[in-house]
């Protein structure tokens, strides 16, 4: 029987749960990687733990010694790595972090494959980044469109586009990049934009927030949903040979486009009006701002137009980028924030009524 074992770094994230999820299904052993940390961030992956073919290392991707350690052990016929400082405006505010994090540890781990004996039977997925293109030169974006990184996230990035096809070259390693463009969830960080906006529809919605404030509503991008692109991960690692595929859906949404339709969801039309950093969103029914433009959201470069092109992974792979349409993904994100924020409410009323019947002494 062919021995399937994958081990994935970043599995608390997005990806990784997703991506487990789809290879315990797939009847792989799946092995991940965890940062120590006072603070437990296993939310996304609780329901897998305990799970006969789901397991657990302590390791960073800032310490070589940790990645040789689980290399060694787990000696995985698949690794992911999907671990990175993965905020583009943090990456202006820790700069040094995110390089060492994003470029160097993704040699530790090419590093790490060889010094265990693995490079001829161990295939190596890298989560690349449409943010590589940066300050976009054509449009739409495909694997052979010219980068220009404009982030140091980004420029850390494209040091790990280049080492794993360097690697791919000089050693003859099955090491591959998905050029992810953005890809979202119900399971998305609520510092990312598009959880920023589900979450405030739903809060705005019922009454627990007044306004959103958000940086360029002219910004343009390629949204997917993240439990779809997780299987292309997957099929880049099944092809032939290894070579470097664009993960996208082929359409582009404004952020305007994504508020519009998240409030949407929620039964609040919106109107946008003025330009730039005056414009706003208005509550169409009652007049009422909800959106607001915060200069303290642009970014000291900024990204304004990203749109993949996916005809290599439909053609090569047998890939779908279309199975969940972007209003199909806003509509999951919003029902799932709805929800969210309505057990919330729940749980500060049950909290707010005990209060009160401490203080007047109903209950002891």
Not at 180 to 194: A, D, K
Not at 229 to 236: A, P, T
Not at 251 to 276: K, P
């Amino acid at each position: 029987m062919e021995r399937k074992v994958a081990l994935i770094t970043g599995i608390t994230g997005q990806d990784g749960s997703f991506l487990s999820e789809f290879l315990l299904e797939k009847g792989y052993d799946v092995h991940g990687t965890i940062r120590r940390s006072s603070t437990d961030f296993r939310e996304r992956i609780a329901h897998l733990e305990g799970k006969p073919r789901f397991h657990l290392h302590y390791a960073d991707l800032g310490d070589s010694m940790s990645i040789l350690q689980v290399i060694g052990k787990v000696r995985p016929t698949e690794i992911y790595n999907l671990a990175a400082q993965s905020h583009v405006q943090v990456s202006f505010d820790a700069p040094e972090f995110t390089a060492d994090v994003d470029a160097t540890g993704v040699l530790r781990i090419l590093e790490a494959v060889r010094q265990c004996g693995l490079a001829d039977t161990c295939r190596i997925y890298q989560a690349s980044t449409s943010e590589l293109y940066g300050k976009v030169e054509e449009v739409p974006q495909n694997e052979n469109t010219p980068f220009h990184p404009y982030s140091p996230y980004a420029v850390a990035k494209l040091y790990g586009y280049w080492i794993i096809r360097e690697y791919r070259e000089a050693y003859n390693m099955f090491c591959c990049s998905g050029i992810l463009f953005n890809h979202e969830s119900e399971r998305r960080g609520e510092t990312f934009v598009t959880r920023k906006i589900t979450l405030a529809a739903a809060r705005i919605k019922q009454g627990k927030q007044d306004k959103l404030y958000l940086g360029n509503l002219s910004s343009l991008r390629d949204w997917g949903y993240a439990k779809d692109y997780v299987e292309c991960m997957w099929l880049i690692l099944q092809n032939d040979k290894p070579e470097d595929f664009v993960i996208a859906t082929g359409e582009q949404h404004s952020v305007r486009d994504f508020c519009r339709l998240a409030f949407h969801n929620v039964g609040i039309e919106l109107d946008f009006v003025g330009e730039g950093a005056q414009e706003k969103g208005v509550d169409r029914a009652t007049g009422k701002v909800l959106i607001e433009v915060s200069p303290d959201f642009y970014r000291p470069t900024d990204v304004v137009n990203l749109w993949g092109d996916p005809t290599k992974a439909k053609a090569v792979l047998g890939w779908n980028p279309q199975r969940t349409s972007f209003e199909e993904l806003v509509k999951i994100m919003v029902e799932h924030d709805m929800k969210k924020v309505a057990v919330e409410k729940a749980g500060e009323q049950v909290k707010f009524n005990l209060e009160e019947y401490l203080e007047k002494g109903i209950v002891k």
